[in-house]
């Protein structure tokens, strides 16, 4: 078929996502002087970013003198299991400690000490109290500063309710995308010089998540599409504490700040379990430690009424818990009738955030296709295998920063030329258009493939895992892709949500498969991969990350060596509290390294 017409834009600089990661990359864009379109599949200011309520993660040694960037490099690598970007981590811990000032001075707002710093609170795994918070409401309040700045930025530009579905080439180079209007299904191609996906992560093939609706993974799905390696997919992080009652609230976030405040899990015997589990960091241990954790004691018959823990914070009292935590009280209040201040709550392990990603480089966010860079819960290599509790809020700043400001120097450099393939946009409409096509192809119901998927990534690649289980989730993969290519919907493009979804199954099929065959590749647990038949870490796994790669249409897997810390950042591991050489994640470091690392442990601690 011809190709149908369309509306064009055209900018410098292209911005997929319009959550703190997109936000921050468009004001750097913008503000390097080049003209900058965002484009979200929703609303400005509604984004997953809203979900990180309990802080950011930054060493600013406020309330702990001890605490600095170097600390915070530490916890980030042993939390990642040591499979993390080191540059990458080593960038974060540097600069985010700028990027939460200057969101002070754009006028965000945080909770104060007495002496008017910026308080901070305890989260797991972190060795001092160091994330900067309002309340329970810290991811609210940076969406709502940087919408602000956004909009006071001259350059921008922003369209709300667009789903762009494919990024289109010239050549080797993005040089755009293409997608259609929710409201009225029109088709829409936006030209630009350089690219940035800053789309988000993709929980929503699973059936217990914390993700809102946009979570498909579109970001990660067309970066694939156009050539680029996906890193990492394996590691999908289960946060321990999701709502679990009732049914209808069932997987809705209970942010780490409770635990940060004081919170205590307690069993259906009423014993306070994750001393036995980790007695050192205990409630406030990493977030793969307590998910575990709280899956174990429901399997062995310990668990609450609806297949959870309870989380009980009634001892800090109702006026701290008004203050603290004002969010979790309403939420409680309105979902669930329970009052957090006099009863506790029933948690339980929900999936709220994907460590891999789009591997991009460290100090420009550049993914591996010329024009694309990529930022946010979109691309790995920060967290490694595990990513701690606040760092999601502080990577979106620092990288999606470093995103905007390399997207303009290239788009002024080398992105003038913005010639728009017409075959790849015809592909395109074709796609699209399919599910709307005669009523002889009907044979799959997006919804019930949607339902489908969300079985097999929850029952077989979710918590726990093993080769029968992700090789059983990889044939249901395969048999649900071939439904989708009969996927029918009635009505027309116009407000037609089973049309949108069409395209959203085949975005999560992608990434649904990137991560069962990474996880079949990793024979090891580690970090969020736990590996029934392999429940220990192997040394010669960790000194790899797994690529996903496309070959055609055959996805490949292919094993990348990590680069070799220096040994001056190998040194600052042991400032880390948690810092043990006898349990040091397995993997690349040599053991010259480490054991320098354990004799500056040892000088530190006499």
């Not at 710093?117 to 309002?134: D, E, K, P, T, Y």
């Not at 309710?161 to 409201?183: C, I, P, Q, S, W």
């Not at 819960?377 to 979106?396: C, K």
Request: charged share 25%; with cysteine.
């Amino acid at each position: 078929m011809a190709a149908e017409s369309y509306s064009t834009h055209e900018c410098d600089v292209l911005v997929i996502g319009a959550g703190g990661a997109g936000m921050r990359a468009a004001i750097a864009a913008a503000e390097a002087g080049c003209s900058t379109i965002v484009v979200t599949k929703s609303l400005l200011g509604k984004a997953h970013t809203v979900m990180a309520e309990g802080g950011i993660a930054a060493g600013l040694g406020n309330l702990d003198s001890d605490d600095g960037w170097e600390v915070h490099f530490a916890d980030t690598m042993l939390g990642g299991q040591l499979v993390n970007n080191w540059r990458m981590v080593e960038l974060y811990a540097h600069e985010v400690i700028d990027r939460v000032y200057e969101l002070e001075r754009w006028g965000g707002l945080f909770d104060r000490t007495d002496e008017g710093l910026i308080m901070q609170r305890a989260f797991g795994a972190h060795s001092w109290r160091r994330l900067a918070h309002v309340g329970d409401r810290t991811g609210l309040e940076l969406i709502r500063t940087c919408q602000d700045k956004l909009v006071h930025t001259a350059g921008t530009e922003c369209y709300m309710e667009y789903t762009l579905t494919r990024l289109l080439k010239d050549g080797d180079r993005v040089v755009g995308a293409m997608g259609y209007n929710r409201n009225d299904g029109r088709f829409v191609v936006i030209k630009a010089g350089a690219t940035v996906l800053a789309s988000g992560g993709w929980g929503r093939m699973y059936r217990c998540t914390s993700n809102s609706w946009e979570g498909t993974g579109d970001g990660a799905a067309m970066a694939y599409g156009a050539g680029a390696d996906l890193l990492d997919m394996e590691f999908v992080q289960f946060h321990p504490t999701g709502m679990v009652w009732p049914p209808g609230a069932r997987g809705i976030l209970v942010t780490e700040a409770v635990r940060g405040e004081g919170g205590l899990l307690f069993n259906s015997d009423h014993e306070r379990f994750m001393l036995g589990y980790d007695p050192v960091k205990k409630e406030l241990s990493s977030r793969d430690v307590v998910a575990r954790s709280i899956y174990k004691e429901v399997q062995a018959g310990r668990g609450s009424p609806h297949g959870g823990a309870f989380l009980d914070i009634t001892e800090r009292g109702a006026d701290y818990i008004m203050k603290k935590l004002p969010s979790m009280y309403e939420q409680f209040h309105a979902l669930a009738s329970v009052d957090i201040t006099r009863e506790p709550m029933e948690v339980g392990p929900t999936i709220h955030y994907t460590m891999g990603g789009i591997r991009v480089d460290a100090e420009t966010a550049a993914t591996t296709v010329p024009g694309l860079y990529a930022a946010g819960e979109s691309a790995g290599g920060l967290h490694g295998a595990n990513r701690l509790g606040g760092n999601s809020l502080g990577d979106i700043l620092v990288f999606g920063r470093r995103a905007g400001v390399a997207a303009a120097e290239f788009a002024r450099s080398g992105g003038a030329d913005r010639q728009v393939n017409e075959r790849e946009v015809e592909e395109e409409q074709r796609m699209l258009l399919a599910p709307l096509g005669p009523s002889s192809r009907a044979g799959g119901n997006p919804y019930l493939i949607h339902e489908a998927l969300q079985a097999a990534m929850q029952d077989d690649a979710g918590i726990g895992r093993s080769r029968e289980s992700l090789e059983r989730a990889l044939v249901g993969i395969a048999e649900l892709r071939e439904l989708s290519a009969k996927m029918r919907v009635n009505g027309s493009r116009v407000l037609n949500p089973g049309w949108h979804t069409c395209r959203d199954v085949d975005f999560m099929l992608t990434v649904s498969e990137a991560i069962v065959r990474s996880a079949i590749r990793r024979e090891e647990s580690r970090g969020s991969q736990w590996r029934f038949d392999h429940p220990e870490q192997d040394a010669e796994q960790g000194k790899v990350n797994y690529v996903s790669r496309r070959n055609g249409d055959v996805m490949t897997i292919e094993a990348v060596p990590l680069k070799p810390m220096p040994d001056a950042l190998v040194k600052l591991l042991a400032r880390s509290r948690f810092y043990d050489p006898e349990k040091l994640p397995k993997g690349h470091l040599q053991p010259a390294s480490m054991a320098t690392a354990t004799a500056v442990a040892a000088t530190e601690a006499g």
